[in-house]
């Protein structure tokens, strides 16, 4: 089923490119246009065949494309919005795939012409592997979108979005670029915080010692820098807050285990099991 | 190469269990006796060839064995070592595999009839997973063991203790109790009481949003929670200590991105990210 004439997909990363191998998989685009800002990655996109073609410039990207997806770091949105503002399409519809939505949505929405449509997206799939090397159309199948429409996304625009990441064979929840952010600050920001903080937190007497556990529990720390940043900038309240939260919880435990409460620390370790178990049979 | 008549393993779980088939494959002991408490997991231990005999009794369990194993809860060790205490072979060596030395040494040496020695080790593998049903002979092959000597240690019972570690494929690094502790909190015990705050950080609303990096960062905390209560309780000025000094770290990158400082959000995770590299290489 295409759902679309033609879809551009700026930045043909891990994300971009496999949006573009899952696209071409399930036949839901006419062509597919891979914009970057490397020649070497682009190359790659077309020998994985992620694209039908590629170009390093956004605005000779997006010419005659219904469907343009940001899929930079959230960084660069406002620039490449602001290049290709004058050259979308009638009814061109943009959307994005980081992992903020409320000062995204507040910077490009208003940059959008009369007649387009930006809709806000966050496909929560990928790991802190990162390029097109990585891309593999299954990257979607089973796990969850977040689309955040606002007061003026067109309820017909909004149901091709949504349908578009349902046909990828992902679960689309809906709520506002600001729940989005508080919700996500809890599961993926401070967790990515506090994973590298624990890296920095092992002496490098340590280092020999580290086990299966240690690994897992950092694995995120491995995640690009610059796009982290990025992330932390836009959302930085919810991030403080999710912080602080977590430092409440902290100081409990951290007084449990000076104390040698038994009983406190186990039901801290019980609960934090149980509910563990639970949120894994998901 | 035989290097031991009889191993009696006291507790036949995922590292007894593991251990039990590790010994068998590589011929490094003539038999293998497995004390539980309960039958249906004895059972399961013989059935899967981890021991040649079972029984309930820890004491008729280590007649005749010159090596004993105690792989239960380490809160356990010092009942079972006062039972069996008696009933030790002349010459006796006795090593368990928990994840915390001072205390577990504090208490068990003086225990030791004269002539028998008890040797500290740390074998640093095994998951979240538990029981003989996840038991592999393969468990420890290219993992690191901790082994704690101390001046009560004979040297030639301190080699072949290292020597069956070895046996195992495993990297034996030799420290002191204190600094095995020291190390360990950082290591695993911080770890593992940040992945359980982090679970219990995040809103039931936020947890239809939790992808593949959240699951990585909180699986330790689906461990056992009265076994790891145990294991904090005996190494709890070092994990307050760990606490500490990750809480520290924290408070600056909470400032760091409260302040919306660019800068230093992305030195803190560069320099996360430029550890866990190194660190994953190893």
Same mark, same amino acid.
């Given at each position: ?84 503002? $004058?050259?979308?399409? #009638? ?86 670029? +600001? ?11 401070? #967790? ?20 299966? $556990? ?22 930085? +309240? ?5 912080? +602080? ?20 620390? +186990? ?16």
């Amino acid at each position: 089923m295409t759902l679309w004439n033609q879809v551009t997909i700026i930045g043909t990363g891990l994300i971009g490119g496999s949006l573009g191998l899952a696209l071409k998989q399930r036949d839901l685009a006419g062509r597919i246009v891979g914009v970057g800002h490397r020649q070497s990655t682009l190359d790659e996109a077309l020998f994985r065949s992620a694209a039908d073609e590629v170009t390093l410039d956004p605005c000779e990207g997006v010419r005659g494309s219904d469907l343009v997806v940001l899929a930079t770091a959230i960084g660069l949105f406002e620039g490449i919005l602001r290049k290709i503002a $004058g050259v979308l399409e #009638p009814g061109a519809v943009v959307i994005d795939v980081g992992s903020t939505k409320a000062r995204v949505l507040g910077t490009l929405e208003p940059l959008m012409p009369e007649g387009c449509t930006f809709v806000g997206c966050h496909p929560i799939a990928g790991s802190e592997k990162r390029g097109i090397t990585h891309a593999r159309p299954d990257l979607f199948d089973g796990a969850t979108c977040v689309v955040t429409p606002t007061g003026r996304t067109p309820a017909d625009v909004l149901v091709r979005v949504v349908t578009t990441w349902q046909e990828l064979g992902m679960v689309v929840r809906q709520v506002s670029p +600001e729940v989005h952010d508080r919700l996500l600050a809890q599961t993926s920001h401070l #967790p990515h915080i506090v994973a590298s903080v624990l890296v920095r937190a092992v002496s490098e007497e340590a280092e020999p010692l580290m086990g299966p $556990g240690w690994a897992d529990t950092t694995r995120v720390a491995g995640g690009d820098a610059a796009l982290w940043r990025d992330i932390m900038l836009s959302n930085a +309240e919810e991030i403080a807050a999710a912080i +602080e939260r977590f430092h409440d919880i902290l100081a409990d435990v951290r007084d449990a285990v000076r104390n040698s409460d038994a009983d406190a620390i +186990e039901a801290h370790l019980a609960e934090a099991k149980r509910r563990r178990d639970h949120l894994a049979q998901r």
